[in-house]
């Protein structure tokens, strides 16, 4: 919490987290997000998280940290969703 209510930029340092193993220790929820691709987007789930991460007032911190959270709840971003149950509410099917 420290670093996204005091660091400018908090996406240097969640990215050297990830790159050196310490958030899948600390959050791996959260390490699981890294590489999920976002559809019709180049970059990817976490890549986009700290986008929004640098992109909100270190004066929010709260705010600051849903948009870090805010990929848990994808298919894939590291939440303990069946696949096929995340994906028919998106195309409108009933899952079976």
Do not use: C, F, N
Request: charged content about 20%; hydrophobic content about 45%; aromatic content about 4%.
């Amino acid at each position: 919490m420290k670093l996204l209510a005091q660091d400018a930029r908090p996406s240097g340092g969640l990215a050297l987290y990830q790159a050196s193993g310490v958030l899948g220790v600390l959050y791996p929820e959260l390490a699981a997000v890294a590489g999920t691709p976002r559809p019709e987007a180049a970059e990817d789930l976490w890549i986009h998280s700290l986008l929004l991460v640098d992109a909100l007032p270190a004066q929010r911190p709260l705010l600051r940290l849903a948009a870090l959270l805010h990929g848990l709840g994808v298919p894939g971003g590291g939440a303990a969703m069946d696949r096929d149950e995340g994906s028919a509410g998106r195309s409108g099917e009933q899952p079976s």
